[in-house]
């Protein structure tokens, strides 16, 4: 029998590893050892006698350093968390992964910002045989510099690299959509505008024009591209903070929409997403009846149907929760740049076992603010990548 390792996000670590396999007789029979906790936890979780050993990626160091490696398989569950080259994740487990005699790597969002992510991905599987030794070779044989400063790059396929990068994946990857395989339910997508007073809407001009607020006496400023964009979508959510991280509101837009949202919805549960920690203040002091999604008990809960509004950041459910059988009605209140975390989040309550007909995902859309930009970076970056998974599903399809 293998000595397999699984490498997952910490909460998919804790409770969706050993939960899944119970629920299936074939699969009873595995004995699964968590390697979390404290160091003494993990080491006693690594001393027993397993087929599966479970271990959050914020510990793959730890382990290398503590443990001499005797995985047989390697099962990395959200492979494109080791998409930075640089990490030292990576850097760690690249060294002793050729030690493993397979390599599984399972993402949803391989290329959620370009195909520049794929190169540390594929090497975890491949060694380098594929798209290069090093992510130098990669960018020099793929892409150029498309930026001003040659320091700082912006880099861009060159004509007839997708096509080849593509070509040399279908020999090692396969994408499976659920929608081929499984009874999904329907998905509608909603973008509800959000419109602000004249007086709101010009508080936001003045800092989309000169990159300084006054509020409350405190100066509210933006001394780079970055920053101004993040208090954009912070007065679009309905606040700002100043420099010294006191949130100032501005509206409350948001909040009423999602009220209506609510009332509409009588005894359903509704997931709301945040982007900021004054968003969350702000929904908690709105709705005191809601519930931040923190530990495996919340889960079990809203799976149980016990919390009408659960309020999560994103990155805190991104990966691998199954949330599917607590409702089915998604609220953005804040959006997010990165289409990864959204694709994620969305696919906690998309996805099979989902008991409704439908899930709908609602997007609070402050109109005529940053919000319209993010939603249509995220369209755009979603053809990105269905564009690369649809290559090579053309694989498994024998085109």
């Known amino acids: ?10 909460r998919v670590a804790e409770d969706t590893w050993s939960r899944e396999c119970s629920k299936w007789n074939h699969l009873s029979d595995l004995r699964i050892s968590k390697v979390l906790g404290s160091e003494r936890q993990r080491l006693e979780g690594l001393q027993k006698d397993a087929d599966i050993y479970v271990i959050n990626r914020e510990n793959v160091v730890w382990l290398i350093e503590k443990h001499e490696w005797d995985f047989d398989c390697v099962v990395i569950d959200e492979l494109s968390s080791f998409k930075s080259p640089d990490a030292k994740r990576f850097k760690a487990l690249r060294k002793h992964i050729v030690k493993a005699d397979r390599v599984i790597g399972l993402t949803g969002t391989p290329a959620s910002n370009g195909y520049l992510d794929l190169w540390s991905e594929i090497y975890l599987l491949d060694r380098g045989e594929r798209l290069g030794r090093s992510v130098t070779m990669y960018r020099n044989t793929y892409f150029r510099n498309v930026s001003r400063d040659p320091a700082y790059g912006i880099w861009e396929l060159l004509k007839g690299a997708k096509d080849q990068i593509d070509t040399k994946l279908r020999t090692l990857c396969m994408s499976m959509k659920a929608e081929d395989y499984l009874r999904m339910p329907d998905r509608i997508l909603n973008e509800i505008p959000v419109v602000l007073s004249g007086q709101e809407l010009e508080r936001y001009r003045k800092m989309e024009r000169d990159a300084i607020l006054e509020m409350d006496g405190e100066e509210v400023a933006a001394f780079s591209a970055a920053a101004l964009m993040g208090k954009l979508l912070q007065l679009a959510n309905g606040f700002a903070y100043d420099a010294d991280k006191t949130a100032h509101p501005v509206h409350e837009k948001k909040l009423d929409a999602l009220q209506e949202i609510i009332d509409c919805n009588p005894g359903q549960p509704i997931l709301v997403f945040y982007s900021f920690i004054a968003d969350r203040d702000a929904l908690l002091r709105r709705f005191p009846g809601a519930r931040i999604l923190d530990t495996t008990e919340d889960i079990a809960d809203w799976n149980a149907g016990k919390i009408p509004l659960m309020i999560a950041h994103p990155a805190s459910v991104g990966h691998g929760l199954n949330l599917q059988e607590g409702g089915h009605i998604i ?28 899930v709908v995902i609602n997007h609070l859309i402050a109109a005529g603010t940053v919000d319209e930009q993010v939603m249509r970076a995220l369209r755009n970056k979603d053809v990105t990548q269905e564009s690369l998974m649809r290559a090579l599903r053309e694989r498994k399809d024998g085109r």
Not at 1 to 10: N, R, S
Not at 337 to 356: D, I, T
């Open 1 to 10: 029998m293998e000595k397999v390792l699984v490498i997952a996000p910490k």
């Open 331 to 358: 609220v953005w209140y804040g959006l997010t740049w990165s289409l990864e975390l959204y694709q994620q989040a969305n696919a906690r309550l998309y996805r099979q076992g989902q008991k409704h007909k439908t």
